[in-house]
């Protein structure tokens, strides 16, 4: 790839991120941001477009999927793609082996792998949720870590400094972490930087990073990105995920679970 190419790439995937973030942005706004012509920002555009990255519109570009939001609180979430949740959980847990250190991240589907560990023998379980430990200790027979830290009521969950402080000792066998967005060409997304990061620090623990979404994710966008899709070692997914975004993905070296 040339250096010409190569910045062409970049430049491209900033105009994403910008649009991502602002909505809506005109071509004479991008010509100038970046310096070059807006016969160049066009077609950048005309690029984006035909991957579905953007939208174009008179005069400039919008947002092509809608942008995943935080607002619903968890025990509200619960209740969207339940059965596919329970069917991702279900196929979570069967990856898991008697014995074996889980670093579990809470979110709905996390949550929903935690109801299907109650059949598991001797796990030592890692999480930041309120949610997931409840349903853990109703199990009786696991040896459950909780993350210190700052509870975040609209997630029944642990963030900030003291949380990340207390990942960064920890090693496990497997990490299973949620996504609020996930795309192929953008990886997988959380909804703030702060969420990003804290995530990532999920991530840097295991052995073997499994992430956990229902399909519709895969048409959100979500403002802060965690890491490429490649990163992941396991996607477990319900049947809805389009058959050509399930090639990518695997083509990314992905192991790829649907149900």
């Known amino acids: 790839m040339t250096h010409s190419e190569l910045m062409t790439l970049e430049r491209q995937e900033q105009i994403v991120q910008l649009v991502n973030q602002a909505g809506r942005i005109t071509v004479s706004e991008l010509s100038a941001h970046f310096g070059v012509s807006e016969t160049t920002i066009r077609r950048d555009l005309a690029a984006l ?10 005069g400039g570009v919008m947002r092509a999927v809608p942008v ?41 589907t996390g949550l929903a792998v935690a109801r299907h560990l109650n059949h598991h023998q001797n796990l ?7 949610l997931v430990v409840h349903e853990l200790l109703r199990q009786e027979h696991h040896r459950l870590i909780l993350l210190g830290g700052t509870v975040a009521p609209e997630e029944l969950a642990v ?17 299973i972490i ?35 979404t229902d399909s519709s994710k895969f048409h959100l966008s979500a403002l802060a990105r965690l890491c490429s899709l490649s990163a ?5 997914t319900d049947r809805g995920l389009d058959e050509e975004i399930a090639r990518q993905v695997q083509e990314l070296g ?5 149900v």
Request: overall charge negative.
């Open 232 to 236: 992941i070692n396991t996607l477990v």
């Open 178 to 212: 949620g996504a609020r967005a996930v795309s192929v060409e953008r990886g997988v997304s959380a909804e703030t930087p702060e969420e990003a990061e804290f995530l990532r620090t999920f991530l840097e623990r295991g052995e073997h990073t499994i992430l956990v």
């Open 159 to 175: 963030r900030g400094t003291l949380a990340r402080q207390m990942l960064e000792q920890l090693c496990v066998d497997k990490v």
């Open 49 to 58: 477009a035909a991957r579905n990255l953007v939208r174009r519109t008179h």
């Open 124 to 130: 030592t379980i890692i999480t930041e949720s309120l």
């Open 68 to 108: 995943a939001t935080s607002e619903i609180p968890i025990l509200q979430r619960q209740n969207e793609h339940a059965a596919e949740k329970e069917r991702i959980g279900a196929a979570t847990a069967e990856l898991i082996r008697d014995g074996e250190t889980l670093l579990l991240a809470g979110g709905s």
């Open 254 to 258: 992905v192991y790829l679970i649907t």
